[in-house]
């Protein structure tokens, strides 16, 4: 019987699973459509969440170069702090510099302070100055390794950043 159970719990969360990712796909469709007199009467929750969904869709279209000139200020800013949120929620500052999203490195400073992230800024700008790091080249970061991933943190001390108790830089874009 467990068998049958577990088989069941399995298609019921591949069905949920799929039905999850239309939703999603049916507000990215939706907000990429709206006029900008439709997403101003937005409540500021899904304003937030519209335009951090357009962006994305936008920024998918091209590549990360391209984003660069393709993008106005205002989506770059979402772009570079969704990115920098994203990976230091889920894994931290060493996660940041060891995935595809170090490329943003270079423009997080600006962006934090365009949003009144001071904090992030001070603390961001502190560790980069500390270390003397090369935003702009990052490739010692670059591994598959876990034990290389590991060692990181031996090297650089993350957990100052890691562990400040600071509003999640989402708040900020509201």
Known sequence: ?????????????????????????????????????????????ELCDAVIRRTSCKADEYDEYEILTELTDTEFTIYVITMFNAEIENGGLCQFFSNSSKSVAPYVSKRLEIIGANEHKKLYDAFVSEYNFDLNNLSEFETDDIDEFVDFYDKYDFEEFDNAELPPLTDYLN
């Not at 900008?36 to 009467?41: M, T």
Request: hydrophobic share 40%.
């Open 1 to 45: 019987m467990r068998l049958f159970s577990s088989i069941k719990n399995a298609f019921l969360f591949n069905k949920m699973l799929k039905q999850s990712i239309k939703e999603e796909q049916a507000k990215d469709e939706l907000y990429s459509k709206m006029s900008l007199e439709e997403l101003r009467n937005l409540p500021d929750a």
